[in-house]
């Protein structure tokens, strides 16, 4: 999955720096659509891991968010999503990490993945 978001004043400090915590909700989201195509089903994220920003992500720049499943377990995924910091110059990895689904029954309970 892929999505591309511009990056405005509401989404940085006072030095125009995208907030962490807005950058890893970005790839949350993309991440979460990711397992859920992939289950065929509800998804709920149980860990972020290896979470690195690599560099700074400014205000107006806008990033692309790519998300993949890497494995899957009987119940979960684990999900590779890499934030492009996207200039006139040309793209840059800015952030990385890894983030485990668990995929949910209609009761919330966890499910097999529809692989």
């Known amino acids: ?9 509401g989404n940085t ?6 907030f962490g915590g807005y950058i890893v909700s970005l790839m949350d989201k993309i991440a979460a659509f990711s397992a859920y195509r992939f289950s065929g089903g ?3 994220t149980v860990s972020i891991d290896k979470l690195s920003f690599n560099l700074p992500i400014l205000m107006g720049d806008y990033v692309e968010i ?9 119940t979960s995924m684990r999900v590779r999503v ?6 006139f110059e040309g793209q840059t990895l800015a952030t990385s990490g890894h983030f485990v689904f668990v995929a ?3 009761h ?3 499910r097999a993945v529809n692989a």
């Open 82 to 87: 890499e934030v492009f910091r996207v200039t």
């Open 13 to 18: 400090n006072p030095l125009g720096n995208a």
């Open 66 to 74: 790519v998300a993949r499943v890497e494995s899957v377990g009987r």
């Open 42 to 44: 509800i998804v709920v």
């Open 1 to 9: 999955a892929r999505s591309l978001e511009h990056i405005f004043p």
């Open 108 to 110: 919330g309970k966890p």
């Open 104 to 106: 949910l029954d209609e």
